[in-house]
Nanobody, 127 residues
Framework: QVQLVESGGGSVQSGGSLRLSCVIS????????MGWFRQAPGKEREGVAI???????AYADSVKGRFTISQGDAKNTLFLQMNRLEPEDTAMYYC?????????????????????WGQGTQVTVSS
């Protein structure tokens, strides 16, 4: 079992920054990939960024160069630094853990693979 708790969301103006955090507890060693996903009202959940146990990362094209995913040394905290935020980034952001064996980069657009989810943190960007 893995428990995930996100924080750090809020309301910012276009061009601003936010840093999301996800505290990970439980059986963290069995998580092969950690990811950030988001869902805007009326839209499907989409992958934002993932990171594996070797700190290899992958990003959605829409956030490349603006967002950075990282994890703490003990692998019990996940971060998402979001810069140059745009109104299109407005969504509920979720932290998730995948315990399978498929490639993490392959899992980015496949949220259904992820085994554990946090409750989400809201990000709102105004123009």
């Amino acid at each position: 079992q893995v428990q995930l708790v996100e924080s750090g969301g809020g309301s910012v103006q276009s061009g601003g920054s936010l840093r999301l955090s996800c505290v990970i507890s439980g059986d963290t060693r069995s998580s092969h990939c950690m990811g950030w996903f988001r869902q805007a009202p009326g839209k499907e959940r989409e992958g934002v960024a993932i990171i594996d146990n070797d700190d290899t990362t992958a990003y959605a094209d829409s956030v490349k160069g603006r967002f950075t995913i990282s994890q703490g040394d003990a692998k019990n905290t996940l971060f998402l630094q979001m810069n140059r935020l745009e109104p299109e980034d407005t969504a509920m952001y979720y932290c998730a853990a995948y315990q399978g064996s498929l490639s993490c980069s392959w899992s980015l657009p496949r949220s259904y693979l992820y085994d554990y989810w946090g409750q989400g943190t809201q990000v709102t960007v105004s123009s």
